[in-house]
Each structure stands twice: as structure tokens, then as C-alpha cells.
């Protein structure tokens, strides 16, 4: 394996606790579009979210809404907002260890980069609540790079903006099917699926991870 010279990490799941936010945020948002939760609609429409942990949130609500582009637009604002009074409330954490495993990665002259499936505006909030503006060398959300997960496009503007020269030498870890196919497809030489998210172990190594981290906090033994 190439020397790893920048590693892409996803934020909720995998070094922000989830704890049900995602799910607890898309059931307020699709209550407000007036779908009850418990009802068969409702159940549909989560065991999609569930599928999908990690795509751009734009593009989840596009698909629940059977392309009613205004509909998917109000539900993902609806979403946002009740993502961020979730932060609000508190109730947004860092994986035990993750800044630890940020700064021992940068110290290493590792570059990091934090990306995610939710706009701008949440990714800051989270950010903000955490103290974690200044913690990387760059974060980026779908709308920056062009498309989601499973796309490349994250992996590869980071590369792009960081003036990596080499996919070979980029490492990405996350806890979803889409962090996997977002790094496979980039080309990044080590592709972690980390167990403390959404998916589980067999999930993520069927998705082809070329590695398995209990936490992200193992991550710099494996580079």
C-alpha cells in the first residue's frame, strides 16, 4: 500500500455519534410534510433512510418524494432544521477519540478532510457545537463537490483542493455502504468501514471495504 498522504472522514456515524439523530431528523421532517410516523408510508420511507445512510440528504428526500423537486426541497429544509435543533439541544458528540485521531494523523503530516451527506449550513452547526471549525484541513459537503456518496466526487475534490497527487495514496473510512463506494470508487488504496455507525460488519465488507475498524480511533495503526 502507498504511503497514505490524506484521509478523507465522514462525520455522523463515524467521528460524530449518531445516536439516532439522522433518524430522529427525517422523522420530524416527513412529519412535517404530513407523514405519520408508524404509518405503512412512514415505515417505507425509513427503511429507505436506512438503506441510504450516508447519500446526500437531498438526494433521500428526491426519492421519497418520487421527484417532486419543491416537495424534496421543503422535506430536506425541514430535516436541516430539526438536525440543527437537535445539535441545539445538545445532543451532538464526538466518537470517543476522534479528535485525538485527527490531530495524530495531521501530526504525521496526514491531511484530513471531513466530509458529509448534509448541507453546509448543518455540517457548520455541527462543527460549531463541537469546536471543531479549525480541526481539519478542509470539510466539504455534497453541494461543493459536485455530487454524494456513493459518487467520488468528495474523495476526489478533497484530493483536488489539498493538491494530493496521487488517489493511491488516500485512505477513507466511514460507516456506511456509501462511504465504501465513495472511496472504491476514487481509487483510494484503503477504504475503512468503521463499526460505530450505521451499518454493521458484514454490510460494510460485503461493500467491499478493504479494511474493518471497530472505531476510528484504530485508524492511525492502520496507516
Known sequence: MSTITLAVLDLAGTTVADDGLVVEAFT??????GVEPGSPE????????????GESKIAVFRHLTGGDEARAQRANADFEVAYGELVDDGRCAPIDGAAATIDAL?????????????????????????GWRDIADLTLCPAEAGRGRPYPDLVLTAVLRLGID?????????????????????????????????????????????????TVRDLPDLI
Open 28 to 33: 420530524r421532517a416527513m412529519a412535517r410534510q
Open 42 to 53: 412512514y415505515r417505507d420511507m425509513m427503511a429507505h433512510v436506512q438503506r441510504t445512510m
Open 106 to 130: 495531521r501530526t504525521r503530516g496526514v491531511k484530513v478532510a471531513l466530509t458529509t451527506g448534509f448541507s453546509r449550513t448543518t455540517q457548520d452547526r455541527i462543527l460549531t457545537a463541537l
Open 166 to 214: 496521487d488517489v493511491r495514496t488516500v485512505a477513507t473510512a466511514g460507516d456506511t455502504t456509501y462511504d465504501v463506494h465513495s472511496g472504491l470508487r476514487a481509487g483510494a488504496s484503503l477504504v475503512a468501514g468503521v463499526l460505530t455507525g450505521a451499518h454493521d460488519r458484514q454490510t460494510l465488507a460485503d461493500a467491499g471495504a478493504t479494511h474493518l475498524l471497530d
